[in-house]
């Protein structure tokens, strides 16, 4: 992931919460072509 913004950091235990996943912007996780 060091295609990400270097400010841009998950917490470590991102994986281990699911449910904070949500704050994260989905263009973080799914990044389309073109965009």
Known sequence: MSNL???F???INFC???Q?????P??????QPGV
Request: aromatic share 16%; net charge neutral; proline share 15%.
């Open 9 to 11: 950091t998950l917490p």
């Open 26 to 31: 989905a263009r973080f996780l799914y990044r």
């Open 16 to 18: 281990a919460n699911p």
């Open 5 to 7: 913004s270097p400010d």
């Open 20 to 24: 904070d996943a949500w704050t994260i």
